[in-house]
């Protein structure tokens, strides 16, 4: 189902996944509405859905890019996704939980959509690397902080931001309020942990998670140097 579109992109909810970390949750992708994410990577474009992300600058994103949100893509330019209906949409996320941003950045989905799906979905998952820019913080509410160091996660506490970091390798550090993501300890999915739900239920603290990925991501990572 497409749930909005802009000049630049548009925001698609899917409606199963088979990822092993987060079990079978809706999933919301934000992309580049003008050419294939594999495309926009390759020449830049993917600024439209990413902005200044540390780890679109860097290469040390998790999402394969060819995959997942080029299937999805492909799908949305074949017509393939009916048009948003809020009460099908109520009707398909009932049951669900609801993973905002699997690829791309969760704040340009509309606050208002943000709201109806949280409020009709069974939970939700998000995280923003906007949350130093954001004008409208009501997405605090929702989305985690996505952080990569300890001072930033202790600055985002201090802006009423709960937190989301990945740890170098090795690393021992953690920031007041800091929890090992449970999936680590426990094998528990994000689908039923739902901690990383923003502020409005403020089910816990904030998560950290040791890097993970294929081994040129984590070694690109833990060089990464973060201002």
């Known amino acids: 189902m497409v749930l909005n579109e802009t000049q630049d992109t548009v925001q698609v909810i899917t409606f199963a996944s088979a990822n092993v970390k987060t079990g079978d949750m809706a999933q919301v992708w934000i992309l580049n509405k003008h050419m294939s994410p594999v495309e926009a990577k390759a020449t830049g474009e993917d600024s439209k859905v990413c902005f200044d992300c540390t780890h679109r600058e860097n290469n040390t994103c998790y999402v394969n ?44 989905i509309p606050l208002h959509l943000v709201e109806f799906i949280a409020k009709h979905s069974r939970g939700f998952t998000g995280y923003t690397h906007q949350w130093k820019k954001l004008q409208n913080d009501d997405y605090k509410d929702y989305f985690m902080a996505s952080c990569e160091t300890s001072e930033e996660v202790l600055q985002a506490h201090a802006y009423g931001w709960r937190t989301f970091r990945v740890q170098k390798t090795g690393e021992d550090s953690k920031a007041t309020n800091e929890l090992d993501c449970p999936n680590i300890a426990t094998g528990v999915q994000c689908r039923d942990c739902q901690l990383c739900d923003g502020t409005a239920k403020a089910t816990g603290k904030s998560i950290v998670v040791p890097v993970h990925g294929t081994k040129g991501k984590i070694n690109a990572f833990n060089n990464l140097i973060t201002l």
């Open 65 to 108: 890019v060819g995959q997942a949100p080029q299937a999805v893509y492909k799908a949305y330019k074949a017509n393939k996704y009916a048009p948003l209906d809020l009460d099908t949409l109520k009707a398909l996320i009932k049951w669900k939980a609801v993973r905002f941003g699997a690829y791309g950045e969760p704040i340009l």
